[in-house]
């Protein structure tokens, strides 16, 4: 899935042309043919090659240093996005936005206690921001934190409330810690808002039979079956937290801090 949307493409050209007014009509046009304000940009486009030319090569700003960090992150390219990422966080270290991409980079680079901190400078800076309490919830539950991961895991629900994985690594937490009361109410949350998950069907099963609800478990269990082979079902005991793909880049674009 393509970095820009294409109305983040004629986002950027319009604040460079200074909104000037013979631009709009081409400019809504191009937006009406997308089909929609979030199309995204065809498959194969060059997402580096798109933030430079929206950026420049040697851009200077914050937000431009983060946009092309963030192009070189999506495409994979980890270690060229720490360069213009750390620019910008030393250029403004009270960047909401530079501090998450940062810490989204150093995380891909398993630089786990860097990209801690930089996860708890964001939710001091903007804590209002979902993302930033899930990815620290989840370093948390790394380092088996699992009290005050299940703070954050809470925090982000406050602010998302329907965030299936963020119930399901809630129930993670509830589960590990033994308090399978708390994680069954999170795992039928989940099950709930994602039932074509097997993972969360498996985390409620188990959870029921912690807490003596046997006949429950059997229909989870079922269902857990019939979305994930044998071989792929986990106990969330038996799976660390580390183990689990973060819910935010399982699929299609990382949350950004506008």
């Not at 430079?52 to 999506?74: C, H, I, M, R």
């Not at 498996?202 to 478990?217: P, Q, T």
């Amino acid at each position: 899935m393509g970095l820009y949307s294409m109305s983040n493409v004629v986002w950027r050209i319009m604040k460079r042309f200074f909104f000037i007014p013979t631009l709009l009509p081409s400019l809504i046009a191009l937006l009406l043919l997308t089909g929609c304000t979030e199309a995204e940009v065809t498959d194969g486009v060059d997402e580096v090659a798109l933030a430079k030319t929206l950026v420049g090569e040697n851009p200077q700003s914050v937000d431009d240093l983060t946009d092309l960090g963030f192009a070189y992150l999506t495409a994979g390219r980890i270690d060229e996005a720490l360069v213009p990422l750390e620019k910008a966080n030393a250029l403004q270290p009270e960047s909401a936005k530079a501090n998450f991409e940062l810490g989204l980079a150093y995380g891909a680079l398993g630089r786990h206690k860097e990209k801690m901190e930089k996860y708890r400078e964001v939710v001091r800076l903007q804590p209002d921001f979902a993302p930033a309490h899930f990815k620290l919830a989840q370093a948390l539950a790394v380092d088996d934190y699992h009290q005050e991961a299940i703070q954050h895991y809470q925090k982000a629900l406050t602010l998302s409330p329907g965030n299936a994985q963020s119930h399901y690594y809630l129930g993670m937490s509830f589960y590990l810690s033994k308090r399978h009361k708390e994680a069954v109410g999170a795992f039928e949350n989940a099950s709930q808002l994602a039932p074509e998950n097997g993972k969360m069907w498996h985390g409620l099963a188990l959870s029921y039979l912690e807490v003596g609800r046997y006949k429950d478990a059997l229909e989870p269990f079922k269902k857990a079956l019939a979305l994930n082979p044998p071989a792929r079902a986990h106990k969330p005991a038996d799976a660390e937290p580390r183990k689990t793909p973060p819910a935010y880049e399982e699929k299609g674009q990382v949350a950004r801090i506008p």
